[in-house]
């Protein structure tokens, strides 16, 4: 890969975003996090700002397209690529590798996005496989820890069934299963059958097990050249990191330009990035200026995921300052929600008090464990046209819905990434190099009974209403405007605050909403604190953690608090 071709990565919300900024980031490599809007709400402004400010720099995109209508989500991508290289005649319009980073679930506008990507002839590879989560692609089926994603509950949170397959998932899109077997061949093997899927106007579809797997697509992607665009979850981010990491400097590029401060000022005594899958604390912590240590921070937990709230228990007993917000009153068209001033070192707001809840705001010390269920903001959805696709393509074949979506205990509002444990691993008995259409989704005998009928599953969106609330069922809680809610708690919060206050962020659609609320639209990585979990930092130097919501073992909020501020709590139990 030359030094000077520009590297462009889409993600579909700002948690994803973050991860694969830090995934490209090193001394070799700059990254930066752009967020961008809607559709036509962008400008010149933006367009300038794509520009990369540094020969080689990864301009990361946060569209916030995950839960938009597939139309919309589309339109977002083709607007990125179109404001990434405005002058098709500039030297570098074709010079732009292109990376879409996508849930390692399937969750979201997986379908739309790729059709846009494909668009114009140009070759998609698609890997989803995450290793350091235990998510492999097998003959073509997403596994969580042995088990095909359609046996298990990852997506209970959505409203639809799991796709059966990485086809399924594509709808009418062609594609081409690129097995195990041939990513672990010779790099001319794999490379021939990208070649022959793109010639075919196919999606290929490549099985992962591995870093090592994933490093294999990356390189044979790579030497076919920027019209090879990849699309992955963060472990392809990773993988495309090391490429870099190892080609740039093989051919001289640690001359690249050094860490920069903010607004790209050099850093006084700027050091190599730490690796992206390094999971000390260290390197987020060594970040901490000296000016931020009386700055309070503020972590904000957009789930109910039992595993957050533990998170959140674990925070109260080193002395954070909990604050739980009602969800009546964040829906309601009353009185705003405020939060008191912020005025201890640490302070944690989390939501699920439940309706009717007496106190929005319990003492310091509790945290309730009886939060009801809330919804996935995903809109309605549709259907992928064969006109959309690269290449000839079948009708798409639209997933069943069951008469009952499956509403889970206690999912999240933002993106619960879940596992469970080993099980059978459901291999499709598919043959290996198979091309593939869609394959059938897989329909419930039974749906699952809503666990709480005070709040029903997600609600499909109406496109002119942004808040995303819906008048099909009025009782029904919508996710999007839950989001929005706890965004205009956090911002005015923050507002009223005398000072700086650096954040830590749960959830892509809470980050993203939090710091649309605080018009924070650029941000640079600092550093990892765990995998998942990224430092980084707005244009006037305030500290951004952002994290998947059910990311993280218990202690996940406690090691990101101690990165920022090692002495900002003083840890009461040990257990």
């Not at 973050?18 to 490209?24: I, R």
């Not at 010779?186 to 797997?213: F, H, K, N, P, Y």
Request: proline share 12%; net charge negative; with cysteine.
């Amino acid at each position: 890969m030359a030094a000077s071709r520009r590297l462009l990565a889409i993600a579909d919300d700002l948690s994803g975003a973050a991860e694969v900024a830090a995934a490209l980031h090193s001394r070799t490599t700059r990254s930066r996090v752009l967020l961008i809007g809607r559709p036509g709400a962008v400008n010149g402004g933006v367009a300038r700002a794509l520009r990369p400010r540094h020969p080689g720099e990864a301009t990361v995109l946060d569209l916030d397209s995950r839960y938009r209508p597939a139309t919309e989500a589309a339109e977002a991508v083709r607007e990125a690529l179109r404001l990434s290289s405005p002058d098709e005649n500039a030297p570098d319009a074709l010079d732009t590798l292109v990376l879409k980073k996508i849930d390692s679930l399937l969750r979201g506008n997986v379908a739309a996005e790729i059709a846009a990507l494909a668009e114009g002839g140009a070759g998609v590879v698609l890997a989803p496989a995450l290793p350091i989560a235990g998510r492999v692609v097998r003959s073509g089926v997403v596994h969580l820890g042995g088990v095909a994603l359609h046996e298990s509950d990852a997506w209970r949170a959505e409203t639809l069934p799991p796709p059966a397959s990485v086809a399924h998932t594509l709808g009418g899109l062609p594609t081409a299963l690129v097995p195990l077997t041939t990513v672990r061949a010779s790099r001319r093997t794999l490379l021939t059958a990208l070649r022959t899927a793109a010639a075919a106007g196919r999606v290929a579809i490549c099985d992962a097990e591995t870093d090592a797997d994933l490093d294999a697509v990356v390189e044979a992607a790579l030497a076919e050249g920027p019209r090879m665009r990849l699309v992955g979850s963060g472990g392809l981010a990773l993988a495309l990191g090391r490429h870099l990491r190892t080609t740039l400097n093989a051919i001289g590029a640690g001359a690249a330009p050094a860490a920069t401060g903010k607004r790209g000022a050099p850093a006084a005594d700027a050091a190599p990035a730490a690796p992206p899958a390094d999971m000390a604390v260290g390197a987020a912590r060594a970040a901490a200026s000296p000016a931020s240590a009386g700055r309070p921070v503020l972590v904000v937990v957009g789930t109910a995921e039992p595993a957050a709230a533990e998170q959140v228990r674990r925070l109260v007993e080193d002395g954070a300052v909990h604050h739980q917000l009602p969800l009546a009153e964040l829906l309601s068209g009353g009185a705003p929600v405020r939060l008191p001033p912020l005025t201890a070192p640490v302070t944690v707001v989390s939501l699920g008090a439940p309706s009717g809840a007496p106190d929005p705001a319990p003492p310091h010390g509790a945290v309730a464990t009886d939060t009801a269920p809330l919804p996935s903001p995903r809109p309605a959805p549709e259907a992928i046209t064969p006109a959309a696709a690269p290449g000839p393509a079948p009708s798409p074949t639209p997933r069943p819905t069951p008469g009952t979506p499956p509403t889970p205990a206690s999912p999240s509002i933002d993106t619960a990434d879940h596992t469970e444990p080993n099980r059978p691993d459901g291999e499709t008995g598919k043959q290996p190099g198979a091309v593939s259409g869609p394959a059938p989704s897989p329909t419930p005998d039974t749906p699952p009974t809503p666990a709480s009928p005070s709040i029903a599953a997600a609600d499909h969106t109406e496109p002119d209403r942004p808040d995303g609330e819906t008048s099909k069922h009025p009782g029904a809680v919508s996710g999007r405007r839950l989001v929005l809610g706890l965004a205009r708690v956090i911002g005015d919060a923050v507002a009223a605050h005398d000072g700086a206050v650096d954040l830590v962020l749960t959830g892509g659609e809470t980050a993203r909403h939090v710091l649309d609320a605080l018009a924070v639209a650029e941000l640079d990585p600092v550093g990892q604190v765990h995998h998942g979990a990224v430092h980084l930092s707005t244009p006037d130097g305030r500290s951004v953690v952002t994290r998947p919501g059910s990311f993280g073992d218990p202690d996940s909020l406690r090691q990101i608090v101690q990165a920022l501020r090692p002495h900002s709590t003083q840890r009461k139990v040990t257990p």
